[in-house]
């Protein structure tokens, strides 16, 4: 029973907190949110028994990228009222796009009510006795392992472009350079004088 | 087999719901309030300390020595009165302090003080502590924005820009504890210290996980989030009595996790020095309060003697020296356990 209490609990907040990302006026609310609704589904994982994937989603999520978002949400100043102009403009596509998305949903859960065995088949299932941690890390790397490889490279190629994109040779800055401070001795920078009383150097 | 039906009684509804619910309460009071006493006199520490290493005596007029100081403070930010500017998001701003408060407490649910001495003994323990260590952001951030005020504006950027770098040296390091100890556990992570505690085979990584302990907690010589000089008072300029308490007792009960935290990870937790006669005769949650306080003097030692940093040498150092330096250790200390077939078995 209080399972299935904490179930409706966090199903519930997850569904009302998406709804209000959406339709919040004020930016900031839509990404706190939206970390409530991490904070939630993080909730429905572990009532699943998946408790490394809870914990990984709230330190990735909203540990980091949330606090990107809020980062650049708090920074902008945003013209609600031109942003509701572009509504119906946009509607159509957007529109086709939730369609797609309602589609695939349905086919989804159509084809585990019609074929209830189909779903277990493509799972590999974790082995009796063994915490999913271990078990989410012997089938990385392991059965996984180039893939699990080419995701970091490409999360890399990624990361390295997005400098190079943004970064921009300034001229004129005076940059510190540590190596420099650190090489230099007292005896070469500080001189010390004896200077007679009301003469001054 | 059936079952036979029979009515529900009210004994079978103390026993299979009420029972183990208020259990669980009195458990968490009975951790919350020594954290709670512990942050008041930690306060009153500081100030006793820092005013030794100045030749001055520190707070002695409330009460024998001093000792009743937290509690007058505490009185007088009760009684005065909760102020909300005009121009502040109304809510935001006063769920702020509470998501700080709230998190620095809810961490503590599994920190294990001895043997089964837990709330929570979850398998991915350090997960948790991470994840919500990473979550403090949130509180300095939501306050700074929802003040309405550029000092506390900057106050905010600075500490969330802060945390999430150093954050990233700390998962590494923890990392290579996690590889010694082969789970996420803590009570495991301190039963595999029994031989030796990790701060003396991982002593260059237990350095650089205090000084980012030093940075996420927004602690001297890195607390650019309220740089008084520059920020006024940073993030929590416009917070007045309660609210900023608990801005107050997050801060210091964050300080007193972290050291907690390495605590576990490098000093052994509960287990005594060495496992003879004299030391083992001392209960394990001492030990562990003992390397608590140990580690809170280090932080006061730190901030009494450091001037604070400049921002971009605090970013510098983040990035470029303890990223670095991390991964390395990580990749050696993977190796070595290959090498001489130390890895634990799992």
């Known amino acids: 029973m209080i399972q299935a209490l904490a179930f409706y609990m966090f199903a519930f907040m997850t569904i009302a907190s998406a709804v209000l990302v959406v339709s919040s006026r004020n930016p900031v609310h839509s990404v706190l949110f939206l970390i409530l609704a991490f904070f939630n589904s993080a909730g429905l994982f572990v009532l699943l028994g998946a408790e490394f994937l809870a914990m990984i989603l709230v330190v990735v999520y909203v540990g980091a990228v949330a606090v990107l978002f809020m980062f650049v949400v708090m920074m902008l100043d945003i013209n609600f009222v031109e942003m509701r102009q572009g509504f119906l403009q946009y509607l159509p596509i957007g529109g086709l796009v939730g369609l797609i998305l309602l589609c695939e949903l349905l086919t989804v859960v159509g084809g585990w009510v019609m074929a209830p065995e189909a779903a277990s088949s493509g799972l590999s299932p974790t082995p009796d006795g063994i915490t999913n941690t271990h078990a989410l890390g012997a089938i990385l790397y392991t059965d996984y392992l180039y893939l699990f490889e080419a995701a970091g490279m490409i999360l890399l190629v990624a990361m390295i472009g997005a400098i190079v994109l943004t970064h921009r040779r300034r001229t004129g800055v005076r940059k510190q350079v540590i190596a420099d401070q650190l090489a230099r001795h007292p005896a070469d920078t500080i001189e010390l004088r004896k200077v007679d009383s009301g003469r001054g150097i | ?346």
């Open chain 2, 1 to 346: 087999m059936v079952l036979k039906e029979r009515p529900v009684l009210m004994v079978d509804f103390w026993f299979l719901y009420i029972w183990p619910v208020a259990w669980i309460v009195i458990k968490i009071v009975a951790i919350i309030i020594p954290v709670m006493l512990s942050v008041a006199y930690l306060t009153l520490a500081e100030r006793k300390v820092i005013g030794s290493m100045q030749l001055r005596k520190g707070p002695n007029v409330v009460g024998p020595f001093g000792l009743l100081q937290p509690i007058a403070d505490g009185l007088k930010l009760f009684l005065k009165e909760t102020i909300i500017p005009s121009g502040a998001n109304r809510g935001v701003f006063i769920l702020a302090p509470c998501v700080t408060f709230v998190l620095a407490l809810v961490a503590w649910a599994v920190i294990p003080f001895d043997e089964g001495m837990v709330l929570a003994d979850i398998n991915v323990g350090i997960l948790y502590l991470f994840a919500i260590s990473s979550l403090g952001v949130y509180g300095i951030l939501m306050a700074g924005w929802a003040s309405n005020s550029m000092y506390a504006f900057l106050g905010a950027l600075r500490s969330a820009a802060q945390m999430v770098s150093y954050e990233v040296a700390m998962g590494f390091i923890i990392i290579t504890v996690l590889m010694c100890v082969g789970s996420l556990n803590l009570t495991d992570i301190v039963m595999a210290q029994k031989t030796v505690w990790f701060v003396i085979p991982l002593f260059p990584m237990a350095v650089i996980f205090f000084i980012s302990t030093l940075a996420e907690t927004n602690r001297h010589p890195f607390d650019m989030p309220e740089a008084e000089a520059e920020l006024v008072a940073g993030y929590n300029v416009e917070y007045s009595a309660m609210t900023f308490a608990l801005f107050f007792l997050g801060e210091y009960a964050n300080m007193i996790l972290m050291s907690g935290m390495t605590s576990v990870l490098f000093l052994g937790g509960w287990l005594p020095p060495f496992d003879i006669a004299p030391f083992n005769w001392i209960p394990g949650p001492i030990w562990f309060a003992l390397k608590i306080a140990f580690c809170l003097f280090i932080f006061i030692w730190v901030r009494a003697t450091f001037p604070r940093y400049r921002y971009d040498q605090l970013m510098r150092l983040g990035w470029k020296v303890f990223l670095p330096l991390s991964l390395a250790a990580v990749v050696i200390v993977a190796g070595v356990l290959v090498a001489f077939d130390l890895a634990p078995q799992v």
